[in-house]
């Protein structure tokens, strides 16, 4: 009998990477992607919404429901990441028009009614500012039980990237991450020192562009644009194609090593707010380890799974 499929809510800010968490999460026979959320973070909502909707017309998946989120944090002003996605959040090539429009309701109200109705819980993957599961579990903290775990991408064991301490995700959104963090929800992070790890290099993008189908070919492109983008800024020669290590992890457990930790968020640093502080050593006796933190990657069975997902995607859009 075939194993269940895991019921995912994918809550993004589309962004490269994310539109490769899209792509990847549509074409894993074992996740049921039961709908997307958008959020300001990599560009404006409006704008995350639009790329949203134009990788589900790449992947020929219009029948796939997106619901309009978080245009700002919960607390203090959005500071968008165009500087890293370009002026409409997903620049490079040309991408398809939607085959759909977002459903009539807000973000939050889609996540309730999803939830409610599920038959089993729901695996909630978090790839932008948390700014939409933070008003979930602080809006309807009884349905908590319907969540069987939160997986984000953001935060780091180490150095930031938006800030010298902070990542972009978490710095976009702190209150909101607190608010997921001492919920009592499972807890996945999946940080920039294993995302770090997640290059893809000129050999993976070429294996990209030998597809034979758009898609293999616009996430080449895609990877061109990024890969610019972090030489540019942060000098990296290959870009840490960060979202999909959160759905891969779901694919394959065996890809990553997680350390149970305790994890907190800085709100009040003047140079430090949106940093993640993870307590790898139990130095905190007081504070009880309340997630588990990802911290090594299989890179090279990563980028085969993407890829083939990608080739398989493509080859039946
Ligand atoms: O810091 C990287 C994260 O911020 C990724 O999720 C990227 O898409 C941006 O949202
Ligand atoms: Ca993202």
Request: with cysteine.
């Amino acid at each position: 009998m075939a194993s269940a499929r895991t019921p995912v809510l994918l809550d993004c800010d589309p962004g490269h990477d994310d539109a490769v968490a899209i792509l990847l999460a549509l074409a894993a026979p074992s996740i049921d992607l039961l709908g997307i959320t958008t959020t300001f973070g990599n560009c404006s909502v409006e704008d995350a919404t639009r790329n949203a909707l134009r990788v589900l017309a790449l992947a020929g998946r219009g029948d796939i429901q997106v619901a309009v989120g978080a245009a700002a944090p919960l607390a203090g002003e959005a500071a968008l990441g165009n500087y890293v996605h370009g002026v409409s959040g997903l620049d490079g090539p040309e991408l398809p028009e939607p085959l759909s429009t977002p459903v009539d309701q807000s973000a939050l109200q889609f996540q309730v009614d999803l939830l409610e109705s599920a038959h089993s819980p729901v695996t909630i993957v978090a790839t932008g500012p948390m700014t939409n599961i933070g008003l979930l579990l602080t809006q309807r903290p009884d349905l908590i039980s319907k969540v069987d775990e939160v997986i984000f991408m953001g935060g780091s064991t180490s150095r930031g990237n938006h800030t010298p301490t902070a990542e972009f995700n978490t710095h976009s959104d702190p209150e909101a991450l607190d608010v997921v963090l001492t919920s009592g929800v499972p807890v996945r992070m999946v940080g920039l020192n294993l995302t770090h790890q997640a290059l893809a290099t000129p050999e993976v993008v070429q294996r990209m562009s030998a597809m034979e189908h758009r898609v293999g070919q616009v996430c080449a492109e895609w990877m061109g644009f990024f890969g610019d983008s972090y030489q540019r800024l942060w000098e990296f020669d290959a870009p840490p194609v960060h979202d999909p290590c959160t759905v891969a992890a779901l694919i394959e457990p065996a890809l990553i090593e997680w350390r149970e930790a305790f994890v907190a968020v800085e709100l009040e640093g003047r140079w430090t707010r949106g940093t993640t502080v993870v307590d790898l050593y139990q130095r905190y006796p007081e504070m009880d380890p309340n997630a588990f933190v990802a911290m090594t990657l299989d890179a090279t069975a990563y980028w085969d799974l993407v890829l083939q997902s990608l080739d398989t995607l493509g080859g039946a859009a």
